[in-house]
């Protein structure tokens, strides 16, 4: 029987009394959606029979599936993104994030699978961006209504791709607006809604106001209070909502095999 244990008063639940690899009842899927906007983050342990099609059909449940223009897939699976770090190419996603926020449309959200993981180390750290949200003074939560900020793709592209095809990327995809706080389109709860990989500056202020107001925000992410930790065991799976949650990769593993496989959802214009 399916169980939700949550992990922190916070944010993230564990999942337990379910196998994905046998299918997942409509209950079974209601009960995880409605845990998912409660929990924000959720937790699959032990689900190493899962195949990679099944990860995808149960991703397709959720909704629409995003295709990355530049991070690597796996073969014959345009849906899967492939994370890879090894002795040759060490983990970069160790910086506070929301995926794609360059979009348009950025994520829903994504679910990854432990493919590979070291013997220690490479923790995933995830912080509730409508706590952190809270946890602001109201003076400064009425300063930030209506600012909005500028994302752009270029230089975690650049870092992945290479400076040429960052190029091109930046041009099929140009820097967006998304408001500074963002409220979720499904619960009504606003978040913030700028990270340290994507956010290049607030629209309308001064450079040195941008710089200060933007550094205090990605503090935010950095509280403990926020945040829940991950430790990956083979098989393990983990369901984040991108709309309302940042994330970090620790990348302290080095040199050891880390392969994980990433699945995302699709989302809506964030207002």
């Given at each position: 029987m399916l169980?939700?244990?949550?992990v922190?008063?916070?944010?993230?639940?564990?999942?337990?009394?379910?196998?994905?690899?046998?299918g997942c009842s409509d209950a079974d899927f209601a009960a995880?959606?409605?845990?998912?906007?409660?929990?924000?983050?959720?937790?699959?342990?032990?689900?190493?029979?899962?195949?990679?099609?099944?990860?995808?059909a149960l991703c397709r449940r959720f909704g629409e599936l995003e295709l990355h223009p530049f991070a690597p897939s796996k073969p014959g699976h345009p849906e899967v993104m492939t994370v890879i770090a090894n002795p040759y190419r060490r983990g970069n996603e160790n910086t506070w994030h929301s995926d794609v926020t360059w979009r348009e449309e950025p994520s829903r959200g994504s679910m990854l699978r432990a493919i590979q993981i070291p013997p220690v180390g490479?923790?995933?750290?995830?912080?509730?961006?409508?706590?952190?949200?809270?946890?602001?003074?109201?003076?400064?939560?009425?300063?930030?209504?209506?600012?909005?900020?500028?994302?752009?793709?270029?230089k975690v592209a650049a870092t992945i791709?290479?400076?040429?095809?960052?190029?091109?990327?930046?041009?099929?995809?140009?820097?967006?607006?998304?408001?500074?706080?963002?409220t979720h389109?499904?619960?009504?709860?606003?978040?913030?809604?700028?990270?340290?990989?994507?956010t290049t500056h607030v629209a309308g202020l001064d450079a040195d106001d941008s710089t200060e107001l933007l550094q205090l925000l990605y503090r935010q992410a950095a509280i403990p209070e926020y945040q829940c930790r991950l430790r990956w065991r083979p098989g393990t799976i983990a369901l984040w909502d991108?709309?309302?949650?940042?994330?970090?990769?620790?990348?302290?593993?080095?040199?050891a095999e880390r392969v994980m496989e990433r699945v995302t959802i699709v989302g809506d214009r964030p207002h």
């Amino acid at each position: 029987m399916l169980e939700i244990l949550p992990v922190t008063p916070t944010i993230g639940a564990e999942i337990v009394g379910i196998d994905l690899a046998d299918g997942c009842s409509d209950a079974d899927f209601a009960a995880i959606e409605d845990a998912w906007l409660r929990h924000k983050v959720l937790f699959f342990p032990d689900q190493r029979r899962m195949t990679t099609e099944q990860h995808v059909a149960l991703c397709r449940r959720f909704g629409e599936l995003e295709l990355h223009p530049f991070a690597p897939s796996k073969p014959g699976h345009p849906e899967v993104m492939t994370v890879i770090a090894n002795p040759y190419r060490r983990g970069n996603e160790n910086t506070w994030h929301s995926d794609v926020t360059w979009r348009e449309e950025p994520s829903r959200g994504s679910m990854l699978r432990a493919i590979q993981i070291p013997p220690v180390g490479g923790d995933t750290l995830f912080a509730d961006m409508e706590a952190a949200y809270d946890g602001l003074d109201a003076a400064l939560q009425e300063r930030l209504a209506g600012l909005r900020a500028v994302h752009d793709l270029t230089k975690v592209a650049a870092t992945i791709a290479g400076a040429d095809a960052a190029k091109a990327l930046a041009e099929k995809y140009p820097p967006v607006e998304h408001p500074v706080i963002r409220t979720h389109p499904t619960t009504g709860r606003r978040s913030i809604y700028v990270n340290a990989a994507f956010t290049t500056h607030v629209a309308g202020l001064d450079a040195d106001d941008s710089t200060e107001l933007l550094q205090l925000l990605y503090r935010q992410a950095a509280i403990p209070e926020y945040q829940c930790r991950l430790r990956w065991r083979p098989g393990t799976i983990a369901l984040w909502d991108n709309r309302c949650t940042q994330h970090y990769a620790a990348s302290d593993y080095f040199p050891a095999e880390r392969v994980m496989e990433r699945v995302t959802i699709v989302g809506d214009r964030p207002h």
